[in-house]
Nanobody, 117 residues
């Protein structure tokens, strides 16, 4: 089992940048694919980015070229660098860990990102 704690959310103007961080309570090396999801009230949670145990990445079309997810298997963290933010990026962002061996999924409590002028 792993606990995930997100940080870095806040209010930013359109076109601005924000960096989210997720700290895991145990080693993630070779064990968990790490991801970021987001959810707007009343809508389904959607994938933003995934970083696999081998370092491969996958992004939602809506964030490609603007967001970058990076994992650090020494610090047991995953970060999401968000650039050129748009009002449509406003959501609660959740860190996700999916255990490669059995598919178990763990979630953080989320951090709110608001993009507004």
């Amino acid at each position: 089992q792993v606990q995930l704690v997100e940080s870095g959310g806040g209010l930013v103007q359109p076109g601005g940048s924000l960096r989210l961080s997720c700290a895991a309570s145990r080693s993630i090396f070779g064990i968990y694919n790490m991801g970021w999801y987001r959810q707007i009230p009343g809508k389904q949670r959607e994938l933003v980015a995934v970083v696999t145990t081998s370092g491969g990445t996958r992004y939602a079309d809506s964030v490609k070229g603007r967001f970058t997810a990076v994992r650090d298997d020494v610090k047991n963290t995953v970060t999401l660098q968000m650039n050129s933010l748009k009002p449509d990026d406003t959501a609660v962002y959740y860190c996700n860990a999916r255990q490669v061996l059995d598919g178990m999924v763990y979630w953080g409590e989320g951090t709110l990102v608001t993009v507004s002028s």
